[in-house]
């Protein structure tokens, strides 16, 4: 079963910079879409967006463009999401999916909780 | 996008079935059979119970089933138990460069 591995927890303080990252499994990390999903306190799934460690294709939500940056080290099987200024609205957990060739995610990070506070 | 409507809360007695709803449009659930549904529990992360619109992963009950009609994808569970008691999700596929996730339903076994 494929595994990936996340960061453990952050506490950052609002405009300072943080990358956090999801470790897979070296022989089948580059093969599939890595995508970044946050979960925001009490609330739902939202999609951020996905990255190929192949080849470093990235894609991201709309709602996200701009806000984040998702890269990856295929030498080290590992996806990253990073950012450079941080808001309090930045707090939430933060999990990594791989995505299967029918679309499902069908492996988890464990999530990393970020929190924002002054 | 936005995030395809769920209900937010439905309830049932152990034994009974219930049905989540998941409306999109013709661009997404409309659109691909692309529709997942995902279980969490509190302080979890989420599982993959029901992928393409209607296939189960090995492991996963067949109490938990899947279909779709037209914009609307449903997740059905039959057989209420205790243990389902959870929040679920779907997601669908948009194009090659998005993917929305439903707002989310809770679900309590009275």
């Known amino acids: 079963e494929v595994q990936l591995v996340q960061s453990g927890a952050e506490v950052k303080k609002p405009g300072e910079s943080l990358k956090i990252s999801c470790k897979g499994s070296a022989h089948s990390f580059t093969t599939y879409w890595i995508h970044w999903v946050r979960q925001m306190p009490g609330k739902g799934l939202e999609w951020m967006g996905m990255i190929y460690p192949g080849d470093s294709d990235t894609r991201y939500s709309p709602s996200f463009q701009g806000q984040v940056t998702i890269s990856a080290d295929r030498s080290i099987s590992t996806a990253y999401l990073q950012w450079s200024s941080l808001k309090a609205s930045d707090t939430a957990i933060y999990y990594c999916a791989r995505e299967n060739v029918d679309y499902r995610f069908d492996s988890w990070g464990q999530g990393t909780l970020v929190t924002v506070s002054s | 996008q936005s995030a395809l409507t769920q209900p937010a809360s439905v309830s049932g007695s152990p034994g009974q079935s219930i049905t989540i709803s998941c409306t999109g449009t013709s661009s997404d659930v409309g659109g691909y059979n692309y529709v997942s549904w995902y279980q969490q529990h509190p302080g979890k992360a989420p599982k993959l119970v029901i992928f393409?619109?209607?296939s189960r992963p090995s492991g996963v009950s067949n109490r938990f089933s899947g279909s779709k009609s037209g914009n609307t994808a449903s997740l059905t569970i039959s057989g209420l138990q205790a243990e389902d008691e959870a929040d679920y999700y779907c997601?669908?596929?948009?194009?090659?460069?998005?993917?929305?996730f439903g707002g989310g339903t809770k679900l309590t076994v009275l």
């Open positions: 997601i669908s596929y948009i194009s090659s460069s998005s993917r929305v």
């Open positions: 393409e619109v209607s």
